[in-house]
C-alpha cells in the first residue's frame, strides 16, 4: 500500500475518534457547568481548555462556556475542535479516493457540508448528540463493507491510538473542579460505558469500580487497555515480523510500556494520581504516532494537537 493512502487511511481514523470523544466531553462538561451555579466557570473552562490541549482566545479575562464551545467545536483552524477534525477526515479521504468506498466517502463529505458555521449554546446538546451520530455512522461503514486487509489495520489503528487518548483525557477531566466534578456515572454515561458497567459489576458505580472498568476492562471497547491491545494487534498484522524476536517495534514498545503499568499498578495508586498517569497515555499516544509516523509516512509531516504534551 502507497504510504499516502496508508497515512489517509490512519487520520481518517484519527479524526473520526477525535470529534466523537470531543463532543462527549463537552456534552458533559458544560451541562454540568450549566446545572451547577457553584462551579467557577472560568477556572473550569480554563482547565478544560488546557485538558483538551487547547488555549483560551487571546485578551480574553474571563473564559465562559461559549468560549469554549466555539474554540473546540466550531473553531475550523484548532486541531483539537470537532468542526477542524470533521474536515480534516474528509480532505484525508479525497485524497485517498481510490480506496475509500463511496458510501463513507459520501458519509464524511455530508457531514463537513452539514457542520454549522455557528453554534448556540442552547442546543450544544443536539449538536453533540448529531456529531456522536455521524462518527458511528462513519465506522459502521467502515466496519461493514471494508475487507479486514491493511486499509482496515491503518484505519482501525488510528482510532484505536486516538481512542487511547481520548478516555484518558475524559477520565482526566474527572478531577479538574475537585468535589464539583462529573460524578463516575457521568464519566460512564458519556463514555457509552454505564449499562455495560451495570452488568459486569452489578451495582452503583464506585470510584474504584469505575476507575478499573474504564482504564483496565479487556472487554469493554471504550476501555483504555482494550484499546492499547486492538492497537498492537493492527501493528503485529500490519508488520507480522516486527514482534518475532522481541520488542524492537518502537510502536509495540510504547504500547506496551504503557498497557504494563497500568495493569501492574494497583487502582488505588491510579486513582490517587489520575491526571500524572492520564498525561503518561497521552504522551505515549503521542510517541506511539510518531513512531508511526517515522516508520510508514516518513514523507509527510504529522497533524498534531495545538498544545500537545512534550
Not at 128 to 148: C, K, M, N, P, Y
Request: neutral net charge.
Amino acid at each position: 500500500m502507497l504510504s499516502r493512502i496508508a497515512e489517509s487511511l490512519f487520520w481518517i481514523g484519527r479524526y473520526i475518534e477525535r470529534s466523537d470523544g470531543t463532543a462527549r466531553i463537552l456534552d458533559v462538561h458544560l451541562q454540568l457547568l450549566l446545572e451547577d451555579p457553584w462551579i467557577d466557570e472560568d477556572t473550569a473552562c480554563r482547565s478544560l481548555l488546557s485538558v483538551m490541549g487547547s488555549f483560551p482566545p487571546d485578551g480574553l479575562e474571563v473564559v465562559r462556556r461559549g468560549d469554549v464551545l466555539q474554540r473546540l467545536a466550531g473553531d475550523r483552524m484548532n486541531p483539537a475542535s470537532i468542526a477542524y477534525s470533521l474536515s480534516a477526515a474528509r480532505e484525508n479521504a479525497r485524497r485517498a479516493r481510490e480506496i475509500v468506498s463511496t458510501e463513507l466517502w459520501e458519509c464524511l463529505n455530508t457531514t463537513n457540508a452539514r457542520m454549522p458555521r455557528r453554534l448556540q449554546t442552547e442546543k450544544a446538546h443536539e449538536f453533540f448528540q448529531w456529531v456522536r451520530e455521524r462518527a458511528a455512522l462513519a465506522v459502521g461503514i467502515v466496519d461493514a463493507s471494508t475487507s479486514r486487509d491493511e486499509a482496515w489495520q491503518f484505519f482501525t489503528l488510528g482510532r484505536s491510538i486516538e481512542r487511547t487518548d481520548m478516555t484518558a483525557r475524559m477520565l482526566a477531566t474527572r478531577s479538574l473542579t475537585e468535589a464539583s466534578g462529573p460524578s463516575w456515572t457521568t464519566i460512564l454515561r458519556s463514555c457509552g460505558a454505564y449499562e455495560a458497567y451495570l452488568r459486569t459489576y452489578r451495582g452503583m458505580p464506585s470510584a474504584r469500580n469505575a476507575a478499573e472498568f474504564l482504564l483496565l476492562d479487556r472487554l469493554f471497547p471504550r476501555s483504555i487497555i482494550y484499546s492499547i491491545q486492538r492497537a498492537e494487534e493492527c501493528m503485529s498484522a500490519i508488520d507480522p515480523r516486527a514482534d518475532r524476536v522481541g520488542h524492537s517495534n518502537t510502536v509495540l514498545r510504547a504500547l506496551g510500556q504503557i498497557r504494563n503499568d497500568l495493569e501492574y499498578s494497583p487502582i488505588s495508586e491510579i486513582l490517587s494520581e489520575l491526571p500524572a498517569h492520564m498525561r503518561r497515555v497521552q504522551t505515549v499516544s503521542r510517541e506511539a504516532s510518531e513512531a508511526i509516523r517515522g516508520r510508514f509516512f516518513p514523507t509527510q509531516a504529522e497533524p498534531s494537537w495545538i498544545g500537545e504534551i512534550s
